[in-house]
């Protein structure tokens, strides 16, 4: 068969034929529908208009409810997401959306509906503490809901909506930053403490790494001769076919290419990892058997360990934010500072991870009057 592209081939009887998606089979695959022309360019006419009227001419896709096209939006999107982030989407289709507005046909879901779902969400509570559901979680659920829809209407599915969802807006939060002080003396305890837990918060001070890619960290991803730490994976919650244990912790690769990335050791941290590495028990650098240390437990500990030398409990990812901010009070530059936390852009390391401290501010304002 002669074929010039757009899915529109040469017959052998001398016509052309073009095909287009139309629908869903009742197994689940996709259904075509062919055009026809005396001419490549005929056939090519007719096809693009079908596509464009297909979801008002096909009377199965009136059919489909919105539970069945989210399945096949992830299907279609399971090439491009992490495991974790597959687990996550379907988590919040499960609990939130089918249940409103699964039964629903897609043709007939409006912006308004949405909207209204969404407005709702935000004052539902969780089913863990009572608590209200985040702005970040339920933006998580419009954007699916959005990217969803447009799926359907790209696909030829139904009509697009009309007007924009409304996804809630995030309040920037200042997260706790650890004063200089404090932080001089929570090393002295952790130095003192000489534990997996304590080394672990030890890298996390010394070089920003997230509490999933320390709990992953092996001493293969450590090479003290160059004094270098390679970041290569993370811990990650993906779904199982097991009803009993729906999901289950595994090694998986960091979410974005960046992430990938190589951290100097500081001096300050070089001589403790060397003493660790003497005394491992275990291929994982914050763990004592054979299996990794899953982010919950590490957690636990490091509050723990907190709480028995007195300090105050502080968010492990707060010494992230805290690591970025003393590198720019220390003067290194953006795009470094980026590459060490496995940011895609240095926008993104200033927008959410740079802090100034209240002693910087103070310092910044009296050099306006330093030469007065």
Known sequence: MSRR???????????????????????????YHSVYGQTYFECKDKLEKRKSTSYVTTKRYAKMNFSQLLELWLQENRIRIKSSTETKYRN???????????????????????NNFLSKKLCETSRKDNSTLSASYVRTIAIIIDSALKFAACEGLCPPIKHPINKPSIPKQNLKIISS?????????????????????????????????????????????????????????????DQKQKTKLIIDVPKTPSSFREIPIPSVLYSTLAEAHLTRRSNFVVSETESFVSTRTFDYRYRQLLKRNNLDI???????????????EAGMDVKTLSEILGHASASITLNTYVHSSLESKRKQIEKLYATA
Not at 99 to 110: A, D, F, M, Y
Not at 184 to 201: A, D, F, P, Q, Y
Not at 314 to 328: E, G, L, P
């Open 92 to 114: 919040m289709i499960t609990l939130h959306i089918i249940p409103e507005l699964g039964n629903k046909s897609i043709s007939t879901i409006t912006s308004t509906m949405v």
């Open 314 to 328: 502080i968010n492990f990812h707060a010494i992230r934010h805290t690591f970025a901010t003393r590198c720019i």
């Open 5 to 31: 592209g757009d899915n529109i081939h040469k017959r052998k009887d001398g016509r052309w034929e073009g095909r287009y998606k139309c629908g869903i089979k009742d197994d689940g695959s996709t259904a």
């Open 181 to 241: 002080p404090d932080q001089k003396r929570i090393e002295e305890v952790l130095h003192n403490e000489k534990n997996t837990t304590s080394l672990g918060t030890l890298i996390a001070l010394h070089t920003g790494m997230r509490i999933g890619e320390i709990c992953a960290l092996q001493w293969d991803d450590i090479d003290l001769d160059n004094k270098l730490i390679f970041v290569r994976h993370t811990i990650s919650r993906v779904g199982t076919d």
